[in-house]
C-alpha cells in the first residue's frame, strides 16, 4: 500500500547546486522510505561562509528546482546551525528520520546524534553517494569548454 513507508516525515539537507543525477539519486532513495519528504536547502550564505565560494544558482533558484520534483514534498531553507546540529532542525522539522550521506557514519558527530535521537525515537538512515558526480566535478569539467 502507498502509505506503508517505514517512516512518516523524512528530512534531508544539502546545497544542491548544479542540480544533478546524484542529487536525484539521493531525494529518490530518500522518499523510498518515507511518506512526506523535508529537504533543507542551504542559503547561499551558508555556501558563502561555510563552503567558501558562491553557488551558482541562487538559493531561489534552487528552492524552485527542489519544489518542482514530485517526489520532494516541502523545501525549507535552513541556517548554518540547523545544518550543523541536528538535533536542533529535528525540533524544528519534527522529522522520524534524517538522511545522510554514508560517508558521514561512524564519525564521532553522527555516533552522537545517533545515541540523542534514539532516546526521541528518531532514526538516521545513510544513503549511498552517486560515485563519479558532484556540482565540483562539473565546474571542473566546464572549464574545458
Ligand atoms: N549527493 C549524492 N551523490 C552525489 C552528490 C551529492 O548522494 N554524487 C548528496 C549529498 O550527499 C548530499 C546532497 O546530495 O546529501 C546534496 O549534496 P551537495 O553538497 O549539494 O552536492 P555535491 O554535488 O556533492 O556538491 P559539492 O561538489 O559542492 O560538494
Same mark, same amino acid.
Do not use: M
Given at each position: 500500500m502507498e502509505n506503508e513507508k517505514k517512516y512518516k516525515i523524512g528530512f534531508t539537507c544539502g546545497?544542491?547546486?548544479?542540480?544533478?543525477?546524484?542529487?536525484?539519486?539521493?531525494?529518490?532513495?530518500?522518499?523510498?522510505?518515507?511518506?512526506?519528504l523535508i529537504v533543507g536547502l542551504c542559503t547561499d550564505e551558508y555556501v558563502e561562509k561555510v563552503k567558501h565560494k558562491d553557488p551558482v544558482f541562487s538559493q531561489e533558484e534552487r528552492f524552485r528546482i527542489l519544489s518542482a520534483l514530485k517526489m520532494v514534498d516541502r523545501v525549507e531553507y535552513v541556517?548554518?546551525? =540547523?545544518?550543523?546540529?541536528k538535533e536542533l532542525a529535528q525540533r524544528i522539522?519534527?522529522?522520524?528520520?534524517?538522511? #545522510?550521506?554514508?560517508?558521514? /557514519?561512524?564519525?564521532?558527530?553522527?555516533?552522537?546524534?545517533?545515541? =540523542?535521537?534514539?532516546?526521541?525515537?528518531?532514526?538516521?538512515?545513510?544513503?549511498?553517494?552517486?560515485?563519479?558526480? #558532484?556540482?565540483?566535478?562539473? /565546474?571542473?569539467?566546464?572549464?574545458?569548454?
Open positions: 546545497v544542491f547546486d548544479l542540480f544533478h543525477v546524484g542529487h536525484l539519486n539521493l531525494l529518490e532513495n530518500c522518499k523510498k522510505q518515507c511518506e512526506t541556517s548554518i546551525e =540547523e545544518v550543523t546540529d522539522f519534527g522529522f522520524d528520520v534524517l538522511f #545522510s550521506g554514508d560517508d558521514w /557514519k561512524d564519525t564521532d558527530r553522527y555516533l552522537k546524534t545517533e545515541k =540523542e535521537f534514539a532516546k526521541i525515537g528518531v532514526s538516521i538512515e545513510y544513503l549511498p553517494y552517486t560515485k563519479g558526480i #558532484s556540482t565540483t566535478s562539473i /565546474k571542473e569539467s566546464l572549464k574545458q569548454y
